[in-house]
């Protein structure tokens, strides 16, 4: 009878010994990896620009008128914005036109709304300028066009006539 107590107790031990190594060596396991990218593709807004009335007031000053705007945007912190006459003969310059007469003016800009302008060229864009916001909900931005005494008195700018351009304002991110 000892004899079977001591089998049955080592067959015990080694069924026990059995599952506990069958049950590690049935465990399963894997892995994968997951690369995560986040893909920002830029966006650039512009917004409030309003057309420009510019009327003389005394025969001794410039005519001016002046607009803020937005620029806003995301993926992106720093901006470039050019300022383009419709009317233009050459690449440079800013010019009204009516009667068959070309009126010069200039165009000043500002990255605030301030009234602190940078004169700009037409089709040169101003570059390395700080952005401001992300969307759009207030004015940030600012430009100013001048038209000066010595253009507009002309003696072939007509009392009456309307002088007009199209002035194209493009942003890009940089």
């Keep these: 009878m000892k004899k079977n107590v001591v089998r049955s107790l080592v067959s015990a031990v080694a069924a026990g010994l059995l599952f506990s190594a069958s049950t590690t060596s049935m465990a399963a396991g894997a892995s994968a990896d997951s690369t995560i990218t986040l893909s920002i593709t830029p966006a650039i ?5 309003e057309d420009i009335l510019i009327t003389v007031d005394d025969l001794g000053d410039s005519a001016e008128g002046d607009d803020t705007f937005c620029v806003a945007g995301f993926g992106f912190s720093k ?5 383009q006459s419709d009317n233009t003969d050459s690449d440079t310059a ?9 009126v010069g003016y200039s165009v ?4 605030d709304t301030s009234n602190l302008y940078q004169e700009v060229t037409s089709g040169t864009p101003v ?3 700080d952005r401001q916001a992300a ?3 207030s004015d940030n931005a600012h430009f100013q066009v001048t038209v000066d005494q010595n253009e507009w008195q002309q003696a072939d700018v007509l009392n009456g ?3 007009t351009d199209i002035l194209e304002i493009t942003v890009a991110s940089e």
Excluded at 45 to 49: L, N, Y
Excluded at 94 to 102: P, S
Aim: with cysteine; glycine share 16%; hydrophobic share 35%.
């Design 135 to 137: 969307s759009c909900g």
């Design 127 to 129: 570059t390395n300028l």
């Design 161 to 163: 006539t309307t002088y």
């Design 94 to 102: 800013f010019n009204l036109k009516g009667n068959g007469i070309d």
């Design 79 to 83: 901006f470039s914005i050019t300022f």
């Design 45 to 49: 807004e512009i917004s409030g620009v």
């Design 108 to 111: 000043g800009f500002v990255n």
